[in-house]
């Protein structure tokens, strides 16, 4: 079990470092502390993220319950 999830650790960081590289940049100098987005009221913070954004979160979230798996074991 622990090898299994040895390995699915190495596949979760490979694929979260792709995500991460593939998202494009931020225009101007807010986009380095996050800013320099458009607030929309209407909408939930979850909508406004992109496609590429929703897959990082998500494939971050894996990585950290792959991550505490590892530890418990």
Avoid: E, H, Y
């Avoid at 593939?22 to 909508?47: E, M, S, V, Y």
Wanted: aromatic share 6%; charged share 10%.
């Amino acid at each position: 079990m622990k090898t299994f999830l040895s390995i699915v650790q190495i596949l979760l960081c490979v694929v979260l470092m792709a995500v991460v590289l593939l998202q494009p940049r931020k225009q101007g100098r807010g986009g380095i502390f996050g800013g320099a987005t458009l607030a929309d009221p209407t909408a939930n913070q979850w909508a406004r993220f992109s496609g590429l954004s929703k897959i990082t979160v998500i494939v971050c979230a894996l990585f950290m319950l792959n991550s505490l798996a590892l530890i418990i074991l």
